[in-house]
């Protein structure tokens, strides 16, 4: 199974395979790969690779969400594992 992510559209070599997503909106950056087993290792949630997200919302994060994040949330396609997060200062390269 090959997901089709919008930015892949500009890619234009063959048998190239993101290692993650990106959802709506996003600005960043995405793994690419022509190795497909290291993508499944990294994508698929059996192998549990945890990953670091610096995220920047557009009003006030509230203790609440904090702790609604850690607790997990329901998505359209299933309930999410409980996250570490918190809340931080803006880094100095963003």
Known sequence: ??????????????????AGRLDKDPEGLVILT???????KISNPKFDKEKTYIVQVDSNITN?????????????DGKTKPAKAKIINQPDWL
């Open 1 to 18: 199974m090959r997901v089709i992510i919008p930015c892949l559209n500009y890619i234009t070599i063959k048998d190239i395979y993101p």
């Open 34 to 40: 022509d190795d497909g087993k290291l993508q499944h």
């Open 64 to 76: 609440t969400a904090i702790n609604r994040l850690t607790l997990g949330i329901v998505l359209k």
